[in-house]
């Protein structure tokens, strides 16, 4: 809900019952977290005994974080940018978690509300929350889900700190998807699927990935902004755990130029008054026209979601053809290779059917993902629109289907010539969003791929 502070009494009286119970829990002081336009999770932190102020009043934060690059250098835009001003950050107490991989802290994500208690039109959660919303008055309730792909590397060696250029050191170099790795790791993954039990997340999967020292883990879906706010709490769950093994977890595009990167895939269907419209119906393999006219918009506007959810510019180190990154513009029943993969529902799971966004990555905001996906699919919707025949097999053999923008330079021009995302958005977020975007591409335009690749091995 989006309130101002006058209706936060409420929530300052729940505030105290959950620091009361926090403190019996051991935890001193919560993180409350928000993501910037660079896919940075930034944080405030209070001590417990502050959290109902802090639920009725919000905690300070600078406005500008909103065109802050990845490197922490800062740009500016029309409507966001400068040294002035404040906004008010609200924990979600709903989302309120004890963090088993950092003890004594707990965490909650934040939406950003002006000092007068107007959403800010630059709050990323907010605008999640206003698609979905969006969504929800059509009658139509999206899923969805992030699976978590990272790379462990050895800590305190060289390869491990920020924008060292020396040797990578994988915690493990084992085989891909090898039994090795699992038991080479035991303790640490051990600890990782521990800690999200602990915090109660609904985990599907734990497994090795392609490249050494790659993990993925995948949970179940929910609605899109808790989508998001998982995303966010997985992510920090792996990292804390990985530092409390001697490892550093990476989540950027790729760790070395020229091998298989980390995704940050999107699962997601569409509902209608309890029934999944991605299945039971006269569409190709079975989808409904609603779900095909949805991801036909999704399909259609994919030139500009990269921007959104492959936004740096190491993104475009990751999203190779015949690497499973889906970097051309179609789809597929089961398709690997393709941008968008339709699956009709595992045997276990025969209502299931749902799609895949593959060519997205970690280094986007997930709640800026969740609500430009939605827009995409609704102006879908909107317009009727059709899906074309699927593609079976690697596009790249294949031919024919057009290649996703190959650099931050080419996304962010159709990004800016997007009239659903920029309407969606708005111009304070969408100009911010656009700012950064270039700000990273005058930033590492020229940079080699593995001066690029080291460059943000370790910040997101
Ligand atoms: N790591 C691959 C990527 O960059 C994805 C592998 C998979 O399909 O899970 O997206
Ligand atoms: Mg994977």
Known sequence: METGTAE?????????????????????????????????????????????????????????????????????????????????????????????????????????????????????????????GRALALGLEARMGFE??????????????????????????????????????????????????????????????????????????????????LAVLVRETVRAVS?????????????????????????????????????????????TAECESFLAGVLRELPALLAVGAP???????????RWAGVFQCWGLENREAAIRFITGAPDDPGGANAEVKCFDASANPYLVTGCVIAAGLAGTEARLTLPPPVTGDPARVGGRPRLPVSAAEALEHFEGSAVLREAMGDPLFEAFAAVRRAEVELFGETAPGDLAAAVRNRY
């Open 243 to 287: 530092v409390r093994h001697g490892l550093t977890a990476s989540f950027a595009p790729v760790v070395e130029a020229g091998r298989v990167g980390n995704g940050g895939h999107l699962h997601l269907s569409l509902w209608r008054e309890g029934r999944n419209l991605c299945g039971g119906g006269e569409g190709p393999f079975g989808m």
């Open 148 to 229: 978590t792909e990272w790379t462990a590397v050895r800590a305190g060696v060289p390869g491990a700190e920020p924008g060292a250029a020396g040797e990578v050191r994988y915690a493990s170099t084992g085989p891909a998807y090898g039994m090795v790795r699992m038991v080479e790791l035991s303790d640490y993954l051990g600890d990782v699927l521990g800690a999200l039990l602990d915090q109660h997340v609904e985990v599907l999967q734990l497994h090795p990935e392609y490249s050494p020292g790659q993990f993925e883990v995948s949970v179940a879906p929910s609605d899109p902004v808790g989508a998001a706010d």
């Open 8 to 132: 936060r009494g409420p929530a300052q009286q729940r505030a105290r019952q959950e620091a009361a119970r926090l403190g019996a829990e051991g935890v001193r002081g919560t993180a409350l977290t928000w993501v910037d336009n660079a896919g940075i999770t930034r944080v405030k932190t209070v001590p417990v005994a502050r959290l109902a102020h802090t639920a009725r009043w919000g905690v300070g934060m600078s406005p500008v974080f909103d065109v802050y690059a990845v490197d922490d250098s800062v740009t500016t835009s029309r409507h966001i940018g400068g040294p002035d001003g404040d906004l008010r950050l609200f924990p979600d107490l709903d989302r309120l978690t004890v963090l088993a991989g950092q003890p004594g802290w707990a965490w909650a994500p934040v939406d950003r509300y002006t000092q007068q208690g107007a959403p800010h039109p630059g709050c990323q959660r907010l605008f999640a929350r206003r698609q979905a």
């Open 312 to 322: 740096s510019p190491a993104s475009h180190l990751r999203l190779e053809p015949s």
